[in-house]
């Protein structure tokens, strides 16, 4: 137990395994239940951990009222599944990740429910003839992540031809591309740049010196005439 009745546990047992600091893993809820904290601190070479007293302090500082340690050192890892995304992301760094024998989980138990929020992902200058892909993501109002795989893409067809969410651009100019799912939509503006358009082309870096077999990477660096 690391906080009771709101205030932190200043007693801790003496095992040597919990003394010191390490990555900690813990959980709290405030006092009228409504809110869950869930807590990972990583140990690394930037980040010592901390002990169980300042774990007990920060779970008190963001409002718990009880609050428990669960198993810390290496089994320490938090994962969320993001807004939009349909895996889940560790969120507490980089450090060391070990099998565990159980686990904590939180579940979205809300009904399905209609389109919130759409985002459409990906380059919105491109080049005549150039190809680009469009990634989707959303989310519903209760927080369900859409399915991509439902998702209807359109292109005016005078600027480009379209396959799934694959573009290739035909036309120079302003448009947009558009996603719809279930009776929602949302549109990213494109702007095709025409071979028109173009002052000149760079290399960078312009100048190279480099030793035989070594690798040196270029990149081409568009200047479009209005700057």
Known sequence: LLVTDGKPVTQFPTDSALLGKNARSAI???KNGTTLYLIAIEKTEAQPGV?????????VELGA???VNLDGGGSTSL???KPGDLGVTRVNGP??????ADA????NVAPKAEPMELMIQGPQKVLVDSEAVYTFKGYDKNYHSLDPQKVTWKVPEEFASLVNN???WIKGGDTKITASIEGKSVSLPISVVGKEQIEKLEIVPEVIEIAPLQQQNLEIKIVLKDG
């Open 95 to 100: 450090a060391f990740e070990r099998s565990v």
């Open 51 to 59: 002990t169980l007293q300042q774990l007990a302090d920060i779970l």
């Open 79 to 81: 994962a969320v599944q």
């Open 166 to 168: 694959q573009v290739k």
């Open 104 to 107: 904590l989980a939180v579940f």
């Open 65 to 67: 009222y009880t609050g």
């Open 28 to 30: 709290g809820i405030n």
